[in-house]
Nanobody
Framework: QVQLVESGGGLVQAGGSLRLSCVAS????????MGWYRQAPGKQRELVAL???????NFADFVKGRFTVSRDNFKNTVYLQMNSLKPEDTAVYYC??????????????WGKGTLVTVPS
């Protein structure tokens, strides 16, 4: 019913930038929040950034000042601008959406992930 498709991952040198995007499509009545999590090799999946319906944002401490999260006017696409990338940012980045589906209710969805690699 809902698909999240990420794009924008790739290889970038330390200090460089990448912009990730995620578009949500399907039977979406409304979106409560969208954002990004990441999982590095051997690590737990962790929050990167979220943006709620009202525009409020929540960032992990380790990316504050380097990353920004935003959305488009249709409220179904979320972006993650990553600047000053470090090797420790290497991870699979997953799009997350908390949505309301008509006649079903509140559901959470995950994208398949996009790999960001920052070599040392």
């Amino acid at each position: 019913q809902v698909q999240l498709v990420e794009s924008g991952g790739g290889l970038v040198q330390a200090g460089g930038s990448l912009r990730l995007s995620c578009v949500a499509s399907g039977s979406i009545f409304s979106i409560n929040a969208m954002g990004w999590y990441r999982q590095a090799p051997g690590k737990q999946r962790e929050l990167v950034a979220l943006i709620a319906d009202g525009g409020s944002t929540n960032f992990a401490d380790f990316v504050k000042g380097r990353f920004t999260v935003s959305r488009d006017n249709f409220k179904n696409t979320v972006y993650l601008q990553m600047n000053s990338l470090k090797p420790e940012d290497t991870a699979v980045y997953y799009c997350y959406a908390d949505v309301n589906i008509k006649f079903i209710g509140r559901m959470e969805y995950w994208g398949k992930g996009t790999l960001v690699t920052v070599p040392s």
